[in-house]
């Protein structure tokens, strides 16, 4: 479909001030609707982190065997690859917030099958299901308050996702440690259905996604949901204006899965597949899940492993947030760059650490918390914040609910390989072998980061594809942003009309 609501063959004109309304409630609006439907970031943080604490439970219950183990954990991330794509096609059929409201109930229901498993098989199931919705959510909820959010708070906002998936994580650890003997495990992973239904029922009354709104409703109710959101009538023309202009002339071969694939697109996809494909093949998730089953391994009790997995939890969620707060002013490849080499130290220093074999309660053993506690803080404030935000606003509008579907599925489909296959490893290069093992996939990010991903900060979702157009999205020596400030952008949405 065409932005244009007219039927002549002339541009159509900017929007007159009388045709916009500003909400004096804007800035609000923009903030809450980013807040809910980062709460489903929270989500998927609970529900992938809190089978940590209550894998212990349910293995106790269900008798399980290593294997069994890596089977329950790792069908959430099985289910989570197929909820990616089924959400790609939803996202674009019926809308990012009506697709939220989808991937919301699918929590609801999920979660509470979890908790009324009644054997280890109905289990893995459930979390299959509860997978769609992991899956679904991370590729909607990026993507939709992209849409939302002005170019200079964009990655603020959407990594607010992030954020959420720290407080999901450490309220899991928090409930892991503190209440899984009160509770037991089914409690514990049922719990995540309250924040999903309200979840769905606030959704109701938040804005459209406007890129989307415009593309299968027209401008003027495009208009209308800007209004929502933007504190002023300029800013509304001129953000009119650019998406007018990248809809223009748009080539039938450059929509849906075959745009995906053509060749003016393969830097962006390249650039974040692969930083997704590092975000989660980096290691971090790994620790998140196994933590307490490698510290436990290593001598410390049961306890003790939960405290420091409710630690690495705590760090997580403290440096998302500081990442989620500097990203814009930093940048997503400059934060990236800085904080990926001590990922690759923190690894290397603890994988010599669990060689030694650290006696419980030595200084060893103090120095195996210090350094994974580094590497959290490295790993999450680094390629972690910038991992889903970067498939959210690289790809042009006319593909991004495919190629955000792809992005959430690679995502999720690495995750699937290093959670599967994490405790085999352990036991075949050992512990400590398989932390310097990480250290190499932590030095490959940095290097592909510096080599294929450009800066986007500061760019609008426009002045992203014009550059791919133009062929200059690579970085090269001495030029590595899109957009060196608000004036360049403003020359490049002038070079594209």
């Keep these: 479909m065409s932005y244009s609501n007219a039927s002549s063959s002339q541009p159509p004109s900017p929007p007159s001030d009388h045709a916009i309304e500003v909400s004096p409630n804007a800035k609000l609006v923009l903030m809450l609707a980013a807040v809910v439907a980062a709460v489903c970031g929270g989500l998927y943080g609970y529900d992938t982190g809190i089978i940590s604490g209550a894998l212990l439970l349910i293995s106790k219950d269900f008798h399980l065997s290593s294997s069994m183990q890596e089977m329950v954990t790792s069908a959430i991330l099985l289910g989570a690859i197929i909820g990616a794509f089924i959400a790609g096609g939803l996202s674009e059929k019926y809308g990012r917030r009506r697709c939220t409201m989808i991937v919301s109930a699918v929590f609801v229901v999920g979660a509470s099958a979890c908790a009324f498993a009644p054997d280890v098989w109905t289990l893995i199931v459930a979390r299959i299901f509860l997978g769609f919705a992991v899956g679904g959510s991370t590729q909607v909820v990026p993507m939709y308050i992209s849409e939302l959010a002005p170019a200079e708070r ?269 405790l085999t490893l352990v036991k075949l290069i050992t512990l400590g072998g398989t932390m310097w093992f990480y250290a190499g996939v932590n030095l490959a990010s940095v290097l592909f980061v510096f080599f294929l991903v450009p800066e986007t900060s500061g760019a609008t979702l426009e002045d992203i594809e014009l550059a791919l157009h133009q062929k200059r999205f690579r970085p090269t020596r001495g030029n590595t942003r899109i957009v060196e400030n608000d004036s360049d952008s403003a020359a490049n949405a002038e070079a594209a009309a």
């Design 154 to 422: 964009r990655g603020g906002l959407v990594t607010m996702f992030n954020v959420a998936i720290g407080l999901g994580i450490l309220l899991a650890n928090i409930v892991g440690f503190a209440a899984r003997e009160a509770w037991g495990w089914r409690p514990m992973v049922g719990l995540a259905a309250i924040p999903a239904a309200v979840v769905f029922v606030s959704m109701f009354f938040l804005p459209k996604s406007p890129r989307w709104t415009a593309e299968n409703e027209g401008m003027k109710r495009a208009i209308i949901e800007l209004g929502r959101i933007r504190t002023s009538k300029r800013a509304i023309r001129k953000e009119v204006q650019e998406m007018r202009e990248s809809a223009e002339n748009v080539d039938p071969r450059n929509r849906g899965w075959r745009g995906l694939f053509r060749p003016w697109v393969r830097p962006a996809l390249v650039a974040a597949l692969g930083v997704a494909f590092f975000t989660q093949c980096g290691g971090l998730e790994m620790m998140i899940y196994y933590a307490p089953t490698f510290l436990r391994d290593a001598g410390f009790g049961s306890s003790s492993a939960l405290l420091a997995s409710l630690g690495v939890a705590i760090v997580y969620c403290i440096m998302t947030f500081t990442g989620c707060m500097i990203v814009d002013r930093v940048g997503r490849r400059r934060l990236m760059l800085i904080m990926g080499p001590g990922s690759v130290v923190s690894l290397i220093g603890l994988g010599i650490v669990f060689a030694a074999h650290p006696a419980p309660g030595s200084i060893g053993s103090y120095l195996v918390i210090v350094v994974l506690l580094a590497f959290m803080a490295f790993n999450s404030g680094g390629i972690q914040v910038c991992g889903w935000l970067l498939g959210a606003e690289m790809f042009p509008l006319s593909m991004r609910g495919q190629a955000t579907s792809l992005h959430a599925a690679m995502l999720w489909g690495s995750d699937l390989l290093v959670t599967g296959t994490a």
